[in-house]
Antibody
Framework: QLQLQESGPGLVKASETLSLTCTVS??????????WGWIRQPPGKGLEWIGT???????YYNPSLKSRVTMSVDTSKNQFSLKLSSVTAADTAVYYC????????????WGQGTLVTVSS | SYELTQPPSVSVSPGQTASITCFGD??????ASWYQQKPGQSPVLVIY???KRPSGIPERFSGSNSGNTATLSISGTQGMDEADYYC?????????FGGGTKLTVL
C-alpha cells in the first residue's frame, strides 16, 4: 500500500526559504503515468495546489506561486521536495504531499500533512 | 485564471440526499474529482473522473459533471458524512480546487 510522509522544519522565519521533503513508501516514485504533488491548507481555509512533478523532473506550478517555488525529485531515495522562498505569514499552512494521476485527474493517496508556521 | 465555485455550506437531514455543486466555466469539458476532509485529517478522494468511486468509498457517494457544473451527491446521508468537501479539476496544465463546502448533517 502506497504511503507518503512529509518531513521538514515546523517553524520558518519570514523572508527565509521553506523546505519540505515527501518520502514515498510501498511503491516507486519512478512509476509512469503518475506525478507527485504538493498542496497546502492555511489554518481554517481551503486547499491550494502548489505544484506537481514527474520523476523525470518535469514540473507544473501554480502561477500565483511559480516565482517562489522549486520542486525536485530524488529517485534514489524515493523522495520529492518542495522549496518555497521569501516566505511570509501568509505561507503558514499545513502542507500535504500526494500522488497525482494526470489521466484520472486525481490526488490519491495523501500524506498526513505537516504544519509549517512562518514567524516574524 | 480558472476558478471553481462551491457553496460554503450545505445542510441535510440524516437519511436524505445531499447535493454539493461545483461551478466552473465549461467544467463539463474537464474531469472533476471530489475530496472529503474531516477535522484534523488529510483529504480523502471520494469521486474521480466525474463519476468513479475509489475502492472503499461507499456506494452512496456519486458524481456527475455536465455543462458548467459538477455535482457530488450523497444518498442516505449519515452522520459520519459530515465533513468539508472540495471539488478539483485540471485546466491548462493547472490544478484548481474549489473553495470547499461544509456539509452539516442535522
Amino acid at each position: 500500500q502506497l504511503q507518503l510522509q512529509e518531513s521538514g522544519p515546523g517553524l520558518v522565519k519570514a523572508s527565509e526559504t521553506l523546505s519540505l521533503t515527501c518520502t514515498v513508501s510501498g511503491g516507486s516514485i519512478s512509476s509512469s503515468s503518475y506525478y507527485w504533488g504538493w498542496i497546502r491548507q492555511p489554518p481554517g481555509k481551503g486547499l491550494e495546489w502548489i505544484g506537481t512533478i514527474y520523476y523525470s523532473g518535469s514540473t507544473y506550478y501554480n502561477p500565483s506561486l511559480k516565482s517562489r517555488v522549486t520542486m525536485s525529485v530524488d529517485t534514489s531515495k524515493n523522495q520529492f521536495s518542495l522549496k518555497l522562498s521569501s516566505v511570509t505569514a501568509a505561507d503558514t499552512a499545513v502542507y500535504y504531499c500526494a500522488k497525482f494521476a494526470v489521466a484520472a485527474v486525481r490526488f490519491d493517496p495523501w500524506g498526513q500533512g505537516t504544519l509549517v508556521t512562518v514567524s516574524s | 485564471s480558472y476558478e471553481l465555485t462551491q457553496p460554503p455550506s450545505v445542510s441535510v437531514s440524516p437519511g436524505q440526499t445531499a447535493s454539493i455543486t461545483c461551478f466552473g466555466d465549461k467544467l463539463g469539458d474537464n474531469y472533476a474529482s471530489w475530496y472529503q476532509q474531516k477535522p484534523g485529517q488529510s483529504p480523502v478522494l471520494v469521486i474521480y473522473q466525474d463519476t468513479k468511486r475509489p475502492s472503499g468509498i461507499p456506494e452512496r457517494f456519486s458524481g456527475s459533471n455536465s455543462g458548467n457544473t459538477a455535482t457530488l451527491s450523497i444518498s442516505g446521508t449519515q452522520g459520519m458524512d459530515e465533513a468539508d468537501y472540495y471539488c478539483q479539476a485540471w485546466d491548462s496544465s493547472t490544478v484548481v480546487f474549489g473553495g470547499g463546502t461544509k456539509l452539516t448533517v442535522l
